[in-house]
């Protein structure tokens, strides 16, 4: 298999996104709205970081045939800048939303549901058609993470029915959180070289091809829930690129702290 540098950025972007929204969903450990939602949310995030482990893991044996360069798991997680990171800004927004008052405002609930609901729902689609990758390792780790993500799917999907067709705060905060969450999926189907390259290459996807059975999906839940699509726009956000909002250097403050305090610990 020839590789390539979109080859490896391509494993990364899946890596860098499901390593960020399993730090900020594991925020709500010792702190869910009750104690099943707890463990829930606690096992969802250690799923999105088992992906992202064997996908670094991936990434690490591709960049090593593609540059000589000799890099672990760790290094990809903790030891990376800022720009290096190419996760989907959606990832990294904080929980509380649109609703509050000031930055220190407790966490949402329902932005954690919405966002968990359209980034799964997209992974779906992706993940399966992932399984058919001229690249087996990353074919191998599709088929693992669908089971994974198919609970995510369901799990999310429950719980916005039951927030939108629920009371009326329950209704009024999946409303807003999806109003909220809604443009930054524009970003998971903006078409750029990196996927030129990997359709080309029979690697994956380009994600703009699953667009319309993604919103299908999306448009089958929140009729159920009552929720009320919103407009699209035009603003396309740019993580995939390295481009972030001001949230995502306090989330790699929080994940890499540790670490770079004490390089090269182990216990």
């Excluded at 904080?94 to 609901?117: M, S, W």
């Excluded at 990353?138 to 609970?151: F, H, N, W």
């Excluded at 009024?172 to 996927?195: C, K, W």
């Excluded at 972030?244 to 929080?254: D, I, K, N, P």
Aim: some cysteine; charged content about 20%.
């Amino acid at each position: 298999m020839h590789i390539t540098p979109q080859h490896l950025q391509y494993v990364l972007r899946l890596a860098d996104t499901a390593l960020i929204l399993g730090q900020r969903n594991a925020e709500w450990c010792g702190h869910g709205p009750v104690l099943e939602e707890d463990i829930a949310l606690s096992n969802m995030s250690l799923d999105l970081i088992g992906q992202a482990r064997l996908l670094y893991t991936h990434a690490a044996t591709l960049e090593q045939r593609l540059t000589g360069r000799s890099r672990t798991e760790d290094d990809y997680a903790y030891f990376r800048a800022e720009r290096e990171f190419a996760s989907y800004t959606l990832a990294e927004l904080p929980h509380y939303g649109p609703l509050c008052g000031t930055a220190q405002a407790d966490k949402d609930y329902a932005v954690t549901i919405v966002r968990n609901f359209l980034y799964s729902a997209l992974m779906m689609h992706l993940w399966t058609a992932l399984t058919a990758s001229t690249d087996g390792q990353l074919a191998a780790i599709a088929s693992k993470s669908i089971k994974e993500t198919s609970y995510h799917v369901h799990h999310a999907r429950e719980w916005l029915i039951r927030f939108g067709d629920g009371t009326d705060e329950s209704h009024r905060r999946a409303q807003a959180a999806l109003d909220y969450l809604m443009p930054y999926t524009r970003e998971f189907f903006s078409a750029d070289a990196v996927e030129q390259s990997i359709a080309a290459a029979g690697l994956g996807p380009q994600t703009s091809e699953l667009e319309a059975a993604w919103l299908d999906d999306v448009r089958a839940a929140l009729d159920e829930a009552t929720l009320t699509l919103p407009e699209a726009v035009q603003h396309i956000t740019t993580g995939k690129h390295g481009e972030h909002s001001e949230h995502m250097g306090f989330v790699l403050a929080e994940l890499q702290g540790i670490a770079r305090q004490h390089p090269g610990a182990t216990w």
